[in-house]
């Protein structure tokens, strides 16, 4: 769902160096020996955040207000992740990281930035250490009530917004590459030459003559299309000779066929091609008129039942497993207002196809 953002990987790596040497001033300094593991943890945790963003202030040098916001939070976090014996550790330590927090959701909530691997990893990093902060250690009886109260509802609505916003925000605005939930686009020049224009012409014509004997359905059956599950208005057969075969967007010999599931029986839609591996995308003679696409962290059901996506976490919901499939190309012979080589059928046209 997420890549890592070009120029974010920088405070990956900034973080992974911070991890050994705040290991080694935790080590030198006596009165860590004094302080529980929980406290520790945070201490390093909140080092290796504090890393992350300061790495990303070369980055967004030209973006004057994003860097400042890094500047602060990075050595805000190096600060306390040194000042764990202080009074006020932990008041300052919840303020800083619910302030990250709730700034990061409004950075993405208007559009400043959009999530990647990076964000979403330092977000749960930041969740761990609230989580670390709050825990109350042996000795103390003030507040122990309110914070295991906070541990036990405020931490996890916090971590269910924050999830949420980044979530929402990528299926709301979805990059060039992602032309819907779970859908990666194969790259391609964004605007067809005349060459590639006539060149998606003729791979829609071939395809379409060479599937029009399977407007019947029996005849797909016969050679060896098998439908998966019909709990949706459209259905792929496939037929596993020709995956097998290994046969590279062949209009002859379609990996698949969708149909629409209709009260008076199958309606051929249109074929599919695929290729036999993850990230291996096929051929695209039209460019960007037939880029191949990938589903990838889709979440299912032994059933078949499809949860759709994963979450920015990298769960699925209970019971379910992830996949991702091998690179396809669709190709619709029914008016598609999306497209003849389109990701999705248009469900408008299916359900009209049904009623007539």
């Known amino acids: 769902?997420?890549?890592?953002?070009?120029?974010?990987?920088?405070?990956?790596?900034?973080?992974?160096?911070?991890?050994?040497?705040?290991?080694?001033?935790?080590?030198?300094?006596?009165?860590?020996?004094?302080?529980?593991?929980?406290?520790?943890?945070?201490?390093?945790?909140?080092?290796?955040?504090?890393?992350?963003?300061?790495?990303?202030?070369?980055?967004?040098?030209?973006?004057?207000?994003?860097?400042?916001?890094?500047?602060?939070?990075?050595?805000?976090?190096?600060v306390l992740s040194q000042l764990f014996t202080w009074r006020w550790w932990r008041l300052g330590s919840v303020a800083l990281i619910t302030a990250t927090l709730v700034g990061y959701m409004g950075y993405i909530v208007l559009n400043f930035d959009t999530p990647d691997q990076v964000a979403v990893a330092t977000k749960l990093l930041e969740l761990t250490m609230l989580g670390l902060v709050?825990?109350?250690?042996?000795g103390e009886t003030r507040r122990r009530t309110s914070r295991w109260s906070a541990i036990a509802v405020a931490l996890p609505l916090l971590t269910v917004v924050t999830v949420s916003v980044v979530w929402i925000d990528d299926l709301a605005r979805p990059d060039a590459r992602h032309s819907h939930a779970g859908a990666v686009l194969q790259q391609t020049n964004d605007v067809a030459t005349p060459e590639q224009v006539a060149a998606a012409q003729q791979l829609y014509d071939q395809t379409a003559a060479a599937i029009a004997p399977y407007r019947d359905w029996h005849a797909a059956w016969a050679a060896g299309y098998r439908p998966g599950p019909q709990n949706t208005p459209s259905t792929h057969w496939m037929n596993q000779r020709n995956v097998d075969a290994g046969y590279v967007m062949d209009p002859r010999h379609p990996q698949g066929l969708v149909y629409a599931n209709t009260r008076r029986g199958p309606v051929l839609l249109g074929a599919m091609f695929q290729m036999q591996h993850i990230d291996q995308f096929g051929p695209d003679p039209g460019g960007p008129l037939t880029a191949w696409h990938q589903h990838q962290n889709i979440c299912l059901?032994?059933?078949?039942?499809?949860?759709?996506?994963?979450?920015?976490?990298?769960?699925?919901?209970?019971?379910?497993?992830?996949?991702?499939?091998?690179p396809m190309l669709h190709v619709w012979i029914v008016d598609n207002p999306s497209g003849r080589?389109?990701?999705?059928?248009?469900?408008?046209?299916?359900?009209?196809?049904?009623?007539?």
């Open 1 to 78: 769902m997420f890549d890592i953002a070009p120029d974010h990987a920088i405070g990956l790596f900034a973080g992974l160096l911070a991890l050994p040497f705040a290991l080694l001033a935790l080590r030198v300094r006596p009165a860590a020996r004094r302080v529980p593991g929980t406290v520790l943890g945070a201490s390093v945790l909140m080092a290796i955040a504090g890393a992350i963003h300061l790495g990303l202030i070369w980055t967004h040098r030209d973006e004057i207000i994003t860097a400042v916001l890094f500047l602060l939070n990075g050595v805000s976090y190096l």
């Open 134 to 138: 709050l825990i109350p250690v042996r």
């Open 301 to 326: 059901t032994p059933f078949g039942f499809e949860f759709s996506l994963m979450t920015p976490t990298a769960t699925c919901p209970i019971g379910s497993i992830d996949i991702s499939v091998a």
């Open 341 to 356: 080589f389109a990701v999705d059928i248009d469900s408008k046209v299916v359900k009209k196809i049904d009623q007539s």
